[in-house]
C-alpha cells in the first residue's frame, strides 16, 4: 500500500543526481522532499512518474512497478511550469484531465469547482498567458490534480504564492490527504513543511541524509533548543557566559539557544530568574527543521570530521 523508493540512482555524465535513495511514503500522507538545489529532488520525482528512467533502482505503488501503473495514477505539478500560454484556462483545465481519461463534462464541473475555490473563477475565459504567475501556479495545480491521481508530487508548490493562496492551496493538500490521497512535495520552506509534513526525506548531493516521520527526524537531531525572552533585554548578552549554552538565533523577540548534551535547559531559566529578569517566554523544544536542515546540509563537504556549527548559524551568532 505504500510508495516505496528503494535504491535510485542516476547519473548525468560525470554528475551524480541520485545516490542509491530509498525511502516510503505511506499513503494518505503528506510527505516532504527537502534538500539544497542541485540535490536531486526533481530528478527523483521524475523517475517516480516514469518521465525519466533511473540507471538502477525501484519505485513501487501498492506493490507494482512505477513504470507499470497506469499515467493517471500519478499527478505532477513540474519545476517549470507547463501551461499552454494562448489557450484559455477551463480550456487546457479539460484538455489535460482528458488526457487522463476523465470525460469532458466531468472535468469541466470539477474544474470550475477547484477554480471556485481558488478564487480564480472570473480567469476560467483568460488566456494562461494574461494572468499573473501565482494564478497560473494555481491552475498548474488544479491541471495536476483534476483527474484525482492517488498520488501527486508537486515540485515547489509554494514558491511565490501570496499568503493567502498559500493558505488555501494548505487547506487543499489536508483535504486531499484526508480523503486518502498521497501528496510529495519539494520545498525550501522549512515551516511549511512543519506546518504540514507528517513525513520528510532531506537529501543532498543525491544522498538521502535523514528521513522519517517528521516529529522523529526532529526529536532525533538530540540537541534540544530553548526559546527565550526576557522583558527589557533582547541582547540576552549574559547567556553567551553559560557553560554549554549558545545564542544562535538573537531576537528582537524572541531568541533561540542552542545547549549541549549534558547541559540542563533548566540551568538557563533559574540563570535568568536568579538575575532578575522577567522572563515572558522560555520553551524547550526539538530542533526545528530549518536548524536540522542547515546542521546537515550547511556542513562543507568531506567534513566526516569536525561536526562543528554551520558556517550559516555561525556568522549569525
Ligand atoms: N538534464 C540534465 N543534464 C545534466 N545534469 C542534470 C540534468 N538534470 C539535472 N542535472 C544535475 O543533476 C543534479 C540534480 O538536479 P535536480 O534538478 O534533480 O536537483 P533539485 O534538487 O531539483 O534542485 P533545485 O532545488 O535547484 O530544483 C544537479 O547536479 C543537476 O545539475
Ligand atoms: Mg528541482
Redesign the pocket.
Known sequence: MTLVIDGLS?R??Q????DRVGFRVEPGEIFGFL????????????IVLDILRADSGTVTWRGRLSTELPRRTFGYLP?ERGLYPRMRVLDQLVFFAGLYGVPGAEARRAALGWLERFRVIDLADRRADELSKGNQQKIQFIAAILHDPEVVLM??PFTGLDPVNVSLLRSAFLELAARGRTLIF?T?QMEMVEALAGAIAI?D??RLLTGGPTREVRRRAGRPVVRLAVEGDPELAWVSSLAGVRLIRPGPGISELSVEPGTDPQSILRAALARGAVVTCFEIADPSLEEIFIELVGRPPDDGVSVGAPAAVESAA
Open positions: 542516476k548525468y555524465g554528475v551524480v543526481a541520485l534538500g539544497a538545489n542541485g540535490a536531486g529532488k526533481t530528478t527523483a520525482m521524475r519545476e515540485d515547489e519539494s525550501h537529501i548531493h543525491g
